[in-house]
């Protein structure tokens, strides 16, 4: 089993819809948790990280639910340039060590 | 101010020929990270470096694959006798401090023929 599983996708959604991604990590002791985006072809990028408690950052929600060990990101009112791939990463300890998941791709269409 | 670079960003070479490929952290993160990204994966971790500590080799696929840094500045990652499976992007992110954000560089695009 990975230790981050993504359902790869790709997700074809219209201009402005609503998107939800998921994400499960199998490792109970992992501390912090992470949405990294990722363009065609480019290095990831923060998007945002995951608190308990949910966080929101304009259009994007992120949620954790450390119970069932998942990890989730809302999109709302999708735009053109929201089109990459979307990295659900875990950190397990205090290194800073990164574990990645597959990634979903999303294309919003016009 | 400069963010993470990485040369060369392509690099083309024959099965079995030794690369070295190059990371430039941003200045004064104390954390370094190489990973690889074969075609539509993951990030895999290949290594950690924080500050002067013993590096965490724990993601290295082989005893070819092998990195350096020096203090808090440049880290070089060689892979000996490369094989067609060593094809993929290798990505390096530096961080303040360790769990602090990681920033990354643009990769290099490593090809074995």
């Known amino acids: 089993r990975k230790e981050v599983e993504q359902d790869p996708g790709p997700f074809n959604v219209p201009e402005g819809a609503t998107v939800a991604f998921n994400c499960t990590y199998s490792?109970?002791?992992?501390?912090?948790f992470f949405w990294y985006r990722q363009d065609c072809r480019k290095e990831p990028k923060l998007l945002m990280s995951v608190y308990s408690s949910g966080n929101e950052d304009g259009r994007f929600t992120a949620q954790l639910n450390r119970a069932s060990q998942y990890i989730s990101l809302l999109i709302r009112d999708s735009k053109l340039s929201d089109s990459a791939t979307y990295l659900c990463?875990?950190?397990?300890?205090?290194?800073?060590?990164?574990?990645f998941g597959q990634g979903t791709t999303l294309q919003v269409k016009p | 101010g400069a963010g993470v670079s990485q040369s060369p960003s392509n690099k083309v070479t024959e099965k079995g020929k030794d690369v070295e490929l190059r990371c430039d952290p941003i200045s004064g993160h104390t954390a370094l990270y190489w990973y690889r990204q074969r075609l539509g994966q993951g990030l895999e971790f290949l290594i950690y470096f924080q500050g002067n500590s013993a590096p965490d080799k724990s993601g290295l696929p082989s005893d070819r694959f092998s990195a350096e840094r020096t203090g808090e500045s440049v880290s070089t990652l060689t892979i000996q006798r490369t094989q067609q499976e060593d094809s993929a992007v290798y990505l390096c992110?530096?961080?303040?401090?360790?769990?602090?954000?990681?920033?990354f560089g643009p990769g290099t695009r490593l090809t074995v023929l």
């Open positions: 992110a530096s961080s303040g401090w360790a769990g602090d954000t990681q920033y």
């Open positions: 490792n109970s002791a992992s501390q912090s």
């Open positions: 990463v875990v950190n397990t300890g205090n290194t800073g060590k990164l574990i």
